[in-house]
């Protein structure tokens, strides 16, 4: 838990993504049986994943999760866990059950994987206090969006994150709020380890990089509404801003 929730299961979706190419498409008739059988197994994994980390579908190039975003709860990470081992025993049986060689490895695999990452949570949660930057979560999510590369029409998203990011949407826990109410859970427990002094400051360093780095986006004009106008910083470099001419 030194990183934001979300990060610890980068490394397993990028697994899954390496297994199922390309995710959540549907697999072309020259492609060979098993990986076909190999990728709906995968995205099995992938939805419970996405699902919870929605920031992490747009990164894959999904962009009917753009305007959502990830609230970390202690709660909502249960609720993944729960959904997780519920793959992960359909995984196994699967496994059982499997006559295809190369498929049987790859569900070895992501079966691994699942339950190292289920040890490394465990120990996290019952020994360690993490550090979690809110302005790296945030850029995050936003970079995405915004960056040169993405279709236009993804980039109006970037206020729904913002919103949502900060509370102001209906149902929605400011994210700082959550990484506060994370940390204070952690440190109520006996024994347990606080990030080290390096980190807490290498982290607290790379702020400045991360809000320069939103603010290298203001060239990109985004519509905006006027009940977005909380949004829009005195700052001429803001993230986002209401285009010359509806602003004059």
Same mark, same amino acid.
Do not use: C
């Given at each position: 838990m030194k990183n934001a929730p979300a990060s610890r299961w980068f490394p397993l979706l990028t697994l899954c993504v390496a297994l199922s190419s390309p995710?959540?498409?549907?697999?072309?008739?020259?492609?060979?049986?098993?990986?076909?059988?190999s990728n709906?197994? +995968?995205?099995?994994?992938?939805?419970?994943?996405?699902?919870?980390?929605?920031?992490?579908?747009?990164?894959?190039?999904?962009?009917?999760?753009?305007?959502?975003?990830?609230?970390? +709860?202690?709660?909502?990470?249960?609720?993944?866990r729960d959904e997780t081992q519920v793959v992960l025993v359909k995984?196994?049986?699967?496994?059982?059950q499997e006559k295809q060689k190369e498929v049987q490895?790859?569900?070895?695999?992501?079966?691994?994987?699942?339950?190292?990452?289920?040890?490394?949570?465990?120990?996290?949660?019952a020994r360690e206090v993490p550090f979690l930057n809110a302005s790296g979560a945030v850029f995050g999510g936003l970079r995405i969006l915004l960056d040169e590369q993405t279709a236009n029409e993804r980039r109006a998203a970037?206020?729904?994150?913002?919103?949502?990011?900060?509370?102001?949407?209906?149902?929605?826990?400011?994210?700082?709020?959550?990484?506060?109410q994370r940390v204070k859970e952690?440190?109520?427990?006996?024994?347990?380890?606080?990030?080290?002094?390096?980190?807490?400051?290498t982290e607290l360093g790379r702020t400045?990089?991360?809000?320069?780095?939103?603010?290298?986006?203001? +060239?990109?004009?985004?519509?905006?509404?006027k009940a977005d106008d909380d949004l829009i910083a005195p700052d001429p470099n803001s993230v986002v801003r209401r285009p010359a001419a509806e602003s004059a």
């Open positions: 995710a959540f498409t549907q697999t072309r008739p020259e492609t060979p049986g098993w990986i076909a059988t709906n197994y +995968t995205n099995l994994l992938l939805s419970v994943q996405i699902k919870h980390h929605p920031e992490l579908g747009s990164n894959q190039g999904l962009s009917e999760y753009d305007t959502q975003i990830a609230q970390p +709860t202690l709660a909502d990470e249960d609720k993944e995984l196994k049986a699967a496994l059982a490895q790859d569900l070895q695999i992501v079966i691994r994987r699942i339950e190292l990452q289920f040890r490394e949570d465990d120990f996290q949660r970037v206020v729904a994150r913002i919103r949502k990011y900060a509370g102001l949407e209906s149902g929605y826990t400011p994210l700082t709020e959550i990484f506060k952690q440190m109520a427990k006996p024994g347990v380890v606080y990030p080290a002094r390096i980190e807490i400051e400045s990089s991360f809000v320069d780095g939103m603010a290298a986006f203001g +060239t990109l004009e985004i519509p905006l509404h």
